[in-house]
């Protein structure tokens, strides 16, 4: 039913930093690629970070590059986004998901809203 469950988001100011979570149910996710996306209201979702399988090959795009991490442990069934200099641009809900051609039902998400 529930594949992916995110966790971690809250309201920081500028410049703080959040670690986002994401718990997947299904074993074989382990032997997967996960990407974060994120989305704002009226607009797409996007991937913003993935991680291969074994954690070793990781890509961002190019508005989070350098300030957020992704990185995954398979032994909890969980990937993280460490999210540092935060940026107003970065108040969206954050999702996590398989790779666009093969992904699965949405979680509910986790907001990050970041205001001073």
């Known amino acids: 039913q529930v594949h992916f469950t995110e966790s971690g988001g809250g309201l920081v100011p500028p410049g703080g930093s959040l670690r986002l979570s994401c718990v997947f149910s299904?074993?074989?996710?382990?032997?997967?690629?996960i990407h974060w996306y994120r989305q704002v209201p009226g607009n797409q979702r996007h991937s913003i970070a993935s991680?291969?399988?074994?954690?070793?090959?990781?890509t961002y795009d190019d508005s989070v590059k350098g300030r957020f991490t992704i990185s995954r442990d398979n032994a909890k069934n969980t990937v993280y986004l460490q999210m540092n200099s935060l940026k107003a641009e970065d108040t969206a809900v954050y999702y996590c998901?398989?790779?666009?051609?093969?992904?699965?039902?949405w979680g509910q998400g986790t907001q990050v809203s970041v205001s001073s």
């Open positions: 998901n398989l790779d666009p051609r093969v992904q699965e039902a």
């Open positions: 299904e074993l074989l996710y382990r032997g997967y690629p």
């Open positions: 991680i291969t399988a074994d954690g070793l090959t990781r």
